[in-house]
């Protein structure tokens, strides 16, 4: 008989599977930025990432009546990461005052594990962890000087990394079946770099070139919302 909400299941009983459909809304620490040229090297400073949405979904397994596990793909929609350093120009005297810009998106596949604090009610609060792999998709981008003086194009790039996670929230039965999850997710995405960047400057001196411009200490923190439906 249907009572409304999902019983917790029995340690002995057979397991079960379900799938899972989330969305999310991230924000982003402050990236680690730099610049690498001939001889030299340029950190960023007031780097910034935007926040973005993600949307995915997932196939998991009820290990027991606590411990359940699933594997999650979810796709991050594209935000902007800026960053600012400073170059010197031709003759030394002066520095250039650069800001730059890339688009960067991605997709996160991850193993997790979660433990289900058994409340015997509708309401149950979780933990969990995961482990996989991040593909960062760095959009072509450019680098403006304040004044006019100087510019450069940015190329964009791909690259795979290790991604992990860490995660608390609560799920609410809605039916026997159907479960409501919300929740936080620290997510660390690792690094991932730009193209080539190339630069002109308006006074007609010689064009620099950079190599692979770098992003790193990716860090993302997921306020998401999904559905759980166990298939019996």
């Known amino acids: 008989k249907d009572v409304g909400y999902a019983a917790p299941m029995p340690i ?31 950190d960023y400073y007031n780097t910034n990432m935007d926040s973005t949405w993600t949307l995915g979904g997932g196939v998991g397994l009820y290990v027991s009546s606590n411990v359940r596990a699933d594997v999650t793909v979810d796709h991050r929609f594209e935000s902007d990461v800026t960053g600012h350093f400073q170059i010197p120009d031709c003759g030394g005297c002066n520095s250039y005052r650069m800001r730059s810009t ?12 979660y433990y289900d604090f058994d409340t015997r009610s509708r309401f149950t609060p979780y933990i ?79 064009g620099d070139a950079a190599r692979d411009p770098t992003m790193e200490d990716l860090h993302a923190h997921e306020f998401r919302f999904g559905l759980r439906y166990v298939i019996r």
Not at 17 to 40: I, Q, S
């Open 128 to 206: 969990g962890i995961g482990l996989g792999a991040v593909h960062h998709s760095v959009k072509s981008g450019s680098a403006t000087e304040e004044h006019g003086r100087a510019s450069a194009v940015i190329d964009g790039k791909s690259n795979w990394h290790v991604a992990g996670a860490l995660m608390a929230g609560f799920s609410v039965a809605l039916r026997e079946r159907m479960h409501f999850d919300a929740g936080y997710r620290y997510l660390y995405l690792g690094e991932t770099a730009t193209g080539d960047a190339r630069f002109t400057y308006a006074n007609g001196g010689p």
């Open 102 to 113: 890339n688009g960067l998106e991605s997709t996160v596949a991850l193993v997790n594990f």
């Open 12 to 42: 002995d009983s057979p397991a079960r599977w379900y799938v899972r459909v989330d969305g999310a809304y991230a924000t982003h620490d402050e990236p680690l930025m730099v610049l690498n040229t001939d001889g030299a090297q340029y």
